[in-house]
């Protein structure tokens, strides 16, 4: 039976697609070739993968949808044109759009649309406009709770219906990255190394770290404590409830430059929290263990964004992830015996031992967690596995020959 809320994932590769099937998500998201905010950061599809895309969407029976939601040149619109058909030839759920020109030629071969956050809709009069285009409308990251419930109360009684006959939903981030620029729209890459964040070629530049100089007497000094754009990430896990409360009904996890360990870990407790809302077992002990969770993948750190009303943002005091575990490649899948429910794989470096903590990932597999109880190399029970060693353990699910195993170790964070 299909829930009342949806829980969109991101997927940037196969991998992530199946793990974030895997985990419990209703519809995925994901860009082709170079028309999308991640082209330069992610392992973008091409319009050769939308047929399979969207099989495996129906297969799932989770909706697909495709970003192209670029700022867009008169030498893009062929392209475009030619993305937006493929897509509606291959059977993929919708675009989600922010320039004009894809919306307009997406209405006028029937293709159904979202409107991205790249268009900052941040009232009602607009999602009003957007409404002859689109049944979903993703709000502006910077409006608060209070807003977004005022702008769902107002499609109700202003009956606003998308062009389905239905009334428009509301979509916002619930967690992932979140960019200094007011709903992404940045100039400081463009201007530093002529690489436009408007079209998907960040090269995030506000994730560094500078030094500010006295232009009277040139004295030169390091921001301390604080890399002054790189904000943290957010995360609304533990105000689910309130979100939902506000009229929301699409909640999206940023992510598609992210592993497949990020997506599935993500998905399982945004998942988890929304069946909690639903079913009236939503707490605040289960949300710190959901927040424990989502601290083990990649994270500059958690704050709530400024659904709260928060009207500073975060910054983060250190460079790369605080996540408190992190992956180490062990070894490559070879076969998977399935009456025994064992998978064989070629120890490719380090070494695994019996109480390891390992994931397994693959275009098909998706990813799988475990504990390692039992280890056999060449038919025989060992505590150890090392470099060059075939071996064999139990997993939970059917691996595939070139899936990757990994170990997962606690981080030391100071």
Request: aromatic share 8%; proline share 1%; with cysteine.
């Amino acid at each position: 039976m299909k829930r009342s809320i949806e829980l969109m994932a991101p997927a940037g590769s196969y991998e992530a697609l199946m793990a974030a099937i895997k985990a419990g998500c209703d519809s995925v998201y994901f860009g082709v070739e170079q028309l999308n905010m991640r082209a330069r950061s992610s392992n973008n599809f091409t319009i050769d993968d939308l047929k399979k895309i969207a099989a495996i969407g129906k297969e799932h029976a989770i909706k697909t949808y495709l970003t192209l939601n670029t700022i867009l040149y008169d030498h893009d619109i062929a392209l475009m044109k030619r993305i937006v058909s493929t897509a509606k030839e291959s059977g993929v759920s919708a675009i989600i759009a922010a320039d004009h020109a894809v919306m307009n030629y997406a209405r006028a071969i029937g293709m159904e649309i979202h409107i991205s956050t790249q268009a900052n809709v941040s009232n009602i009069d607009t999602v009003e406009f957007y409404a002859n285009y689109a049944d979903v409308v993703v709000l502006a990251r910077e409006l608060s709770l209070k807003q977004v419930a005022d702008i769902s109360r107002e499609i109700e009684r202003r009956n606003i219906k998308g062009p389905s006959g239905n009334l428009v939903e509301l979509e916002i981030f619930a967690h992932g990255a979140l960019c200094m620029a007011v709903s992404g729209k940045c100039y400081l890459s463009l201007h530093s190394n002529f690489a436009s964040a408007n079209r998907g070629a960040c090269i995030q530049n506000c994730r560094r770290s500078y030094i500010v100089t006295d232009q009277q007497d040139g004295v030169e000094f390091e921001v301390d404590n604080e890399f002054i754009m790189s904000a943290k990430d957010l995360c609304t896990i533990d105000f689910i409830d309130q979100i939902l409360d506000a009229g929301v009904k699409v909640l999206k996890i940023e992510g598609r430059g992210r592993s497949v360990d990020y997506v599935y870990t993500t998905i399982s407790c945004y998942n988890e929290a929304i069946q909690a809302y639903l079913d009236g077992s939503y707490t605040a002990e289960k949300c710190a263990v959901w927040k424990e969770e989502l601290s083990t993948v990649f994270n500059r750190g958690f704050w709530d964004g400024y659904y709260l009303g928060r009207t500073m943002g975060e910054w983060n005091n250190e460079n790369g992830s605080k996540s408190t575990k992190r992956k180490e490649y062990l070894a490559k899948g070879v076969k998977y015996f399935e009456q025994a429910g064992v998978g064989e794989f070629k120890c490719e470096a380090h070494s695994l031992q019996v109480g390891d903590e390992v994931i397994i990932t693959g275009p098909t597999t998706g990813y799988i967690q475990t504990i390692v109880h039992e280890i056999r190399v060449d038919g025989s029970l060992t505590n150890r596995a090392q470099r060059g060693d075939l071996f064999t353990l139990k997993v939970p699910d059917k691996i595939r020959p070139s899936d990757k195993l990994y170990k997962l170790i606690p981080e030391k964070l100071s």
